[in-house]
């Protein structure tokens, strides 16, 4: 149990227009899916307030377990209502202990319901906090977990050999979950799961990995369906970008489909963090856009890095429009916007695929 209680309050009851700037919770990270003409939209919460009521400042906010906060739009984005706690890291106890959960990814399953990715993180010590692990649970409407379906997919801990055999980087073993990163690179890479269902039904998770210290990777495993929910099936082998020594941390992979020319379209979150020490003012952040026609590569960059102009980070695709040769996303600012925006929600965005372009709606 995290010796800080968990502050997740209700949904707010005034709608957000033109982004998300909730004025109870701190938001980063984003992934999505579209059901019924609903947008819905899940990112990692934690309140500006403490228990007892003094402010929560964002730079300590890893002393605190987060959640995973649903928003919904009927409108193309333009509005967004606060739906509450989609999970939190007691709702994975009778799974794991972990402390707090980090990013994810949500997808519809070809039954209807939703298969949710997230990482859920362990530690060993005070100085060992970052041990990530893969989770899957599954909600039958996107709003509440179907309590009996939870699994744990990977862990770098129980799977090392597996994780190692396959190119993968792990640190020493002593070592795992390090906050002063690993081995002179930043911390231990293995989280923000993306969900994928293939054309044929079949499903896959990609994430973020290591090939080595100071250089990030796509992880990719096809899983099996299980009953009501999906087990691993096969790790594939690790996947480097082609520009991977111009960043030193890759997160939140985020992958589209264009049926028409059959080509994957790949959006990572990069930075050149070396560990977490540093202040986020020198951390260089931006989202990378590669294609391929294998989900497993080779990739080929789509243009230079983007977002990073406007403090984004950690976007999701809302819609695809290939027609136009463009993706409708959302991204939340980062720490150094200043203090309006960070850690809220810009407006959507287009993103231009060739070439590679954002149109700001703002």
């Known amino acids: 149990m995290h010796a800080n209680s968990y502050l997740i309050p209700p949904p707010f009851p005034e709608v957000f227009r033109n982004g998300i700037v909730h004025p109870q919770l701190y938001l980063w990270d984003s992934w999505s899916y ?17 228990a007892d009521g003094m402010p929560l400042e964002s730079s300590g906010r890893n002393e605190y377990p987060f959640h995973i906060r649903h928003f919904s739009s009927t409108d193309t984005g333009k509005t967004w209502k606060d739906e509450g706690c989609f999970l939190s890291p007691k709702d994975w106890r009778n799974v794991s202990d972990s402390y707090t959960v980090w990013s994810g990814g949500v997808e519809l399953l070809p039954d209807g319901r939703k298969l949710a990715a997230f990482t859920a993180l362990d530690k060993t010590d005070a100085k060992h906090p ?31 050999k597996r994780i190692l055999d396959k190119g993968y980087y792990l640190g020493r073993e002593e070592e795992l979950g390090n906050d002063e990163g690993e081995e002179g690179g930043p911390i231990l890479a293995w989280r ?40 691993l099936d096969e790790l594939m082998p690790a ?24 080509t994957y379209y790949l959006l990572i979150s990069v930075c050149n963090r070396v560990d977490e020490s540093q202040p986020e003012s020198e951390v260089g952040k931006g989202i990378n ?23 984004l980070f950690g976007p999701t695709v809302l819609k695809t429009d290939f027609e136009n040769d463009r993706l409708l996303c959302i991204a939340p600012y980062t720490e150094v916007a200043g203090p309006v925006k960070a850690l809220t929600f810009a407006p959507v965005f287009y993103i231009y695929l060739n070439p590679l372009r954002v149109d700001y709606l703002d």
């Open 239 to 262: 996947v480097a970008m082609p520009d991977q020594e111009t960043f030193t941390q890759l997160e939140c992979p985020k992958v589209v489909f264009d049926t028409n020319s059959q």
């Open 34 to 50: 579209f059901e019924d003409g609903t947008f819905h939209l899940y990112c990692l919460a934690l309140s500006r307030a403490k």
């Open 192 to 231: 923000d799961p993306f969900v994928f269902v293939h054309e044929d039904e079949t499903v896959s998770l990609l994430w973020a990995a290591k090939v080595s210290a100071l250089r990030g990777a796509v992880a990719r495993a096809r899983l099996k369906k299980t009953g009501d929910s999906y087990e």
């Open 130 to 160: 970052f041990i990530q692990n893969i989770g899957l649970v599954v909600s039958s409407d996107g709003f509440q977990l179907d309590s009996e379906v939870k699994t744990k997919i990977s862990s770098p801990v129980t799977d090392r």
């Open 289 to 311: 856009v590669y294609k391929s026609k294998s989900i497993d590569g080779p990739w080929e960059s789509c243009g230079p890095k983007i977002l990073g102009d406007r403090n």
